[in-house]
C-alpha cells in the first residue's frame, strides 16, 4: 500500500475532517508525503480541504478507490 492509499483510508474512516500534521501522525510519515499525497487527491476532486482558522480540514468525498 502506498502512502496515497494510506491517506485515503485514514481519511474514509475519520469523516470529521482531519490536519496534515494529523494524517501524519496517524500514518507515522513525514508532513511533506502527506502534503505531496494530498495534493494529487485535492487535484483529482477525491478530497475537499476546508480552512477552519489557521487549520485546513481534509474530508474525504469519494471516488473509485
Do not use: C, F, Q
Amino acid at each position: 500500500m502506498d502512502s496515497r492509499e494510506k491517506v485515503i483510508a485514514v481519511l474514509r474512516k475519520n469523516t470529521d475532517g482531519l490536519t496534515i500534521v494529523d494524517i501524519a501522525r496517524l500514518l507515522e510519515m513525514s508532513r511533506n508525503t502527506i502534503a505531496v499525497a494530498l495534493a494529487g487527491l485535492i487535484g483529482a476532486g477525491r478530497v475537499r480541504v476546508r480552512p477552519v482558522g489557521v487549520a485546513k480540514l481534509h474530508y474525504w468525498i469519494g471516488g473509485k478507490r
